[in-house]
């Protein structure tokens, strides 16, 4: 296992968004390590359209500015959500959604920790398959807020990334999710692992009327 170091985001944002496939995501919640595999990220860039970035320099876009590797949180919703700035400013990869992962180093009550801290709307435990579906729903599940990580970097004794050795064998490419028309909708900056794609914010398998999307192997560069 090797925790990413700054260096390894120091690539385009589709590239990373390809590499980050596979990557778990270590937080420390209290006395307990919860662990999350990515299966979907989306790609930005400070050119297109559909990037917080494009629309210019705030305070509360910062991030996006800094060196790679620093972490870019913001309502979406009004709930929390994960980016990660890379090589060339304003350009970022969203980590759109995971699936829980267990190994040596989570504890063993950390998959209802992780329910604990995400449950339905009813109060429920939320079911294993879809506790980080979604982006906001990862950060739930993982405790991961805004006021405490926007513009921070990862900090190896409580929160970071961590390389498995896992690599998707195919990947899906297609559009990117609630882009506005006109703000560069069609460009194929989504990218899934294929194995758990029924497990992603919204499987384009299902809805290729809906969303283009092809099948790519191994992790090819943009």
């Given at each position: 296992?090797?925790?990413?170091?700054?260096?390894?985001?120091n690539q385009e944002?589709?590239?990373?968004?390809k590499q980050?496939?596979g990557?778990v995501?270590r937080?420390k919640?209290?006395?307990?390590?919860?662990?999350?595999?990515?299966?979907?990220?989306?790609?930005y860039?400070?050119?297109?359209k559909g990037?917080h970035?494009?629309?210019?320099?705030?305070e509360?876009r910062?991030?996006?500015?800094?060196?790679p590797?620093?972490?870019?949180?913001?309502?979406a919703?009004?709930?929390d959500?994960?980016n990660?700035?890379?090589?060339?400013k304003g350009?970022a990869?969203?980590?759109?959604?995971?699936?829980?992962?267990?190994?040596?180093?989570?504890?063993?009550?950390?998959?209802?920790?992780?329910q604990?801290l995400?449950?339905?709307?009813?109060?429920?435990?939320r079911s294993?398959?879809k506790?980080?579906?979604?982006?906001?729903?990862?950060?739930?599940?993982l405790h991961?807020?805004?006021?405490?990580?926007?513009?921070?970097?990862?900090?190896?004794?409580c929160?970071?990334?961590?390389?498995?050795?896992?690599k998707?064998?195919?990947i899906?490419?297609?559009?990117?999710?609630?882009?506005?028309q006109g703000?560069?909708e069609?460009?194929?900056?989504?990218?899934?692992?294929?194995?758990f794609?029924?497990?992603c914010s919204?499987?384009?398998?299902?809805?290729?009327?809906?969303?283009?999307?092809?099948?790519?192997?191994?992790?090819?560069?943009?």
């Open positions: 296992m090797t925790i990413l170091r700054n260096s390894f985001f944002s589709c590239s990373l968004a980050l496939l990557k995501i937080r919640y209290r006395q307990y390590w919860l662990s999350a595999q990515i299966i979907e990220t989306e790609a860039y400070l050119e297109e990037s970035a494009s629309l210019g320099f705030t509360k910062k991030a996006l500015f800094m060196p590797g620093t972490i870019y949180m913001y309502y919703r009004g709930r959500s994960l990660v700035s890379c090589k060339g350009n990869v969203l980590i759109k959604s995971a699936f829980p992962y267990e190994d040596q180093l989570t504890h063993p009550a950390a998959i209802e920790v992780m604990q995400n449950p339905l709307p009813s109060g429920q435990l294993i398959q506790l980080c579906r979604g982006q906001t729903l990862l950060c739930a599940s991961l807020t805004v006021p405490e990580w926007d513009q921070q970097q990862f900090e190896h004794d929160f970071y990334i961590d390389d498995v050795s896992i998707p064998d195919k899906i490419q297609s559009t990117r999710m609630g882009i506005p703000r560069d069609n460009l194929l900056y989504r990218f899934i692992d294929y194995d794609a029924p497990y919204s499987n384009p398998l299902t809805k290729r009327k809906q969303v283009p999307g092809l099948i790519l192997t191994g992790n090819t560069k943009k």
